[in-house]
């Protein structure tokens, strides 16, 4: 069955760049959209955005401009880049496969936690 | 504030019926599906009711899901302690251009 893995660091100063990859087995990348998804401690759930091995990507107008999500189908990998980051960028990062503009989002990730901390 | 709007609390007793609203607008829930996830206490979400009404595999058949305009409805019947999560309610909001959510409701088995 697909199955998601997140990875990378846990913990990022201020003004850095947080950096996720997201290896997906059971299915090739190339099949399907997407997505990171992110829960800050103790509150709901928000979109980060979506890509497909295309080259294809979408993301939260209120990200966009500190956001890039890539793809790299040899290792069956996607990743997140988040620039300038502070600490309301502390938060659970899922990823997930995505079907775009619906809101669906099946299977998910067990999810990292990353603390923007100096 | 969400785009999405949920009850933060709800509760009932074992066996009972709770239902767990979600209010959109015209932008959102009106043209598009609704989608609803489960989050038990330290675990990724999981989908539990996809395109308003849908049960993935796997979901019992106690969970169910309704759109009316730009409204949303989550039910669960024959309620379990097993049942006590976080639910969020999904779409597309195409003024936004992009997925919202609502700020979701912690569901308590009393």
């Known amino acids: 069955q697909v199955q998601l893995q997140e990875s990378g660091p846990g913990l990022v100063k201020p003004s850095e760049t947080l950096s996720l990859t997201c290896t997906v087995s059971g299915v090739s990348i190339s099949s399907y959209y997407w997505s990171w998804l992110r829960q800050p401690p103790g509150k709901g759930l928000e979109w980060i955005g979506y890509?497909?091995?295309?080259?294809?990507?979408k993301y939260n107008s209120s990200l966009k401009s500190r956001v890039t999500i890539s793809v790299d189908t040899s290792k069956n990998q996607f990743s997140l880049n988040l620039t300038s980051v502070t600490a309301a960028d502390t938060a659970v990062y899922y990823c997930?496969?995505?079907?775009?503009?619906?809101?669906?989002?099946?299977?998910w990730g067990q999810g990292t936690l990353v603390t923007v901390s100096s | 504030q969400s785009v999405l709007t949920q009850p933060p609390s709800a509760s009932g007793t074992p066996g009972q019926r709770v239902t767990i609203s979600c209010s959109g607008s015209s932008s959102n829930i009106g043209r598009n599906f609704v989608y609803w996830y489960q989050q038990l206490p330290g675990t990724a979400p999981k989908l539990l009711i996809y395109r308003n009404t849908q049960r993935p595999s796997g979901v019992p058949d106690r969970f169910s899901g309704s759109k009316s305009g730009t409204s949303a409805s989550l039910a669960i019947s024959g309620l379990r302690s097993e049942d006590e999560a976080d639910y969020y309610c999904v779409t597309w909001d195409d003024s936004l251009s992009g997925v919202v959510f609502g700020g979701g409701t912690k569901l308590t088995v009393l």
């Open positions: 997930a496969r995505d079907r775009p503009g619906e809101g669906y989002f099946d299977p």
């Open positions: 890509m497909h091995y295309s080259g294809s990507t």
